[in-house]
C-alpha cells in the first residue's frame, strides 16, 4: 500500500525558514517524480512544485509564488521528499501535501497518491 | 500559464440526482486534465485523469468527458458519500494549475 506521511509543519515567524518532509513506503519511491501541493484555510488547491526523479537529473518546477524562496530535494535512499521554505509570508500558511506522480501508458501523469497533510502558519 | 475556471462554484444537489461540473481551461490541453475530490479535513482522492479515465476503485457513477479547453465531471446518481469538493487539474507543462473548486452540497 502506497503510503506517504508528511511531517515538519508548525508555527513560525514572517521571514523565517521551515523544512518540511515527506516519507514515503510501499512503492519504488526513486522512479517517481514527486510534488509538493499546499491549500489555504478554507481555499482551494495550489501545485508548489514537483521533483523529477534521477533518469530525469532531479530537476524541478516551481510555482511562480514560491520560486528562489522554496526548495524541493529528495533522497531516494531514505525515500523521502523536502521541501526547504525560506523568507516565508504569512501567505504561505497553508496545510502542505505530499504526493506521488504516476506516469501511465497514456503519456501524462497526475497525482494518483497523497499524504495525509502537515500545517504551516506562518503569524507573528 | 494556463488558467482553469469551474462552474458552478456551488451546487446544492439531492441522493440521486444527476450532477454534471464543467471546467474550462484559458487554451488548449488536449486531454491532460484530472479531476480530484477532497472532502473535509482529507487529501484530495483521484477521480479521473486523462480527461476520462476513470482511476482504479472508484466507483462508475463518476465520468468524465472533453478535450481541449472544455472539460466535465458527471455523477450519475448522486450518494451520500459524494457530497465534497470538486478539483480539475491541468497536466500539460507546468505550472500545473488547479481549478477553483466546486463544492457539493446537500439539498
Known amino acids: 500500500e502506497v503510503q506517504l506521511v508528511e511531517s515538519g509543519g508548525g508555527l513560525v515567524q514572517p521571514g523565517g525558514s521551515l523544512r518540511l518532509s515527506c516519507a514515503a513506503s510501499g512503492f519504488t519511491f526513486s522512479d517517481h517524480y514527486m510534488d509538493w501541493v499546499r491549500q489555504a484555510p478554507g481555499k482551494g488547491l495550489e501545485w508548489v512544485g514537483r521533483m523529477r526523479n534521477k533518469a530525469n537529473r532531479y530537476t524541478t518546477e516551481y510555482a511562480a509564488s514560491v520560486r528562489g524562496r522554496f526548495t524541493i530535494s529528495r533522497d531516494d535512499s531514505k525515500s523521502s521528499l523536502h521541501l526547504q521554505m525560506n523568507s516565508l509570508k504569512t501567505e504561505d500558511t497553508a496545510v502542505y501535501f505530499c504526493?506521488?506522480?504516476?506516469?501511465?501508458?497514456?503519456?501524462?501523469?497526475?497525482?494518483?497518491?497523497w499524504g495525509q497533510g502537515t500545517l504551516v502558519t506562518v503569524s507573528s | 500559464d494556463i488558467q482553469l475556471t469551474q462552474s458552478p462554484s456551488f451546487l446544492s444537489a439531492s441522493v440521486g440526482d444527476r450532477v454534471t461540473i464543467t471546467c474550462r481551461a484559458s487554451q488548449g490541453i488536449s486531454s491532460y486534465l484530472a479531476w480530484y475530490q477532497q472532502k473535509p479535513g482529507k487529501a484530495p482522492k483521484l477521480l479521473i485523469y486523462?480527461?476520462?479515465t476513470l482511476q482504479s476503485g472508484v466507483p462508475s457513477r463518476f465520468s468524465g468527458s472533453g478535450s481541449g479547453a472544455e472539460f466535465t465531471l458527471t455523477i450519475s446518481s448522486l450518494q451520500p458519500e459524494d457530497f465534497a469538493t470538486y478539483y480539475c487539474?491541468?497536466?500539460?507543462?507546468?505550472?500545473?494549475?488547479f481549478g477553483p473548486g466546486t463544492k457539493v452540497d446537500i439539498k
Open positions: 486523462a480527461a476520462s
Open positions: 504526493a506521488r506522480a504516476y506516469s501511465s501508458s497514456w503519456g501524462g501523469d497526475y497525482s494518483d497518491s
Open positions: 487539474q491541468h497536466l500539460n507543462g507546468y505550472p500545473r494549475t
